[in-house]
């Protein structure tokens, strides 16, 4: 039973190299920072839209009274 806890085992696949791991992280990174990024960003700029020019747009209203984001 003791050996069981003993053996320290590297559950990483085995087919990757350290350059494909890179790979594989620095994509998971773009997209976990990069979608809520350009979410936010699209917003923030749909925010500073003078209501004037386009009275159709949803605006999430940053700082107001009620906000939608």
């Known amino acids: 039973m003791h050996h069981i806890f003993r053996e320290r085992r590297d559950l990483r696949p085995t087919s990757l190299d350290i350059g494909q791991e890179t790979c594989r992280l620095r ?8 979608g809520p990024l350009l979410i936010a960003g699209v917003a923030a700029v749909m925010d500073r839209i003078p209501e004037v020019t386009h009275t ?3 605006k999430p209203r940053f700082g107001e009274a009620r906000c939608w984001f």
Do not use: H, K, Q, V
């Not at 994509?27 to 990069?34: D, I, K, P, Q, V």
């Open 27 to 34: 994509f998971y990174e773009l997209y976990a920072w990069g």
């Open 56 to 58: 159709t747009l949803i």
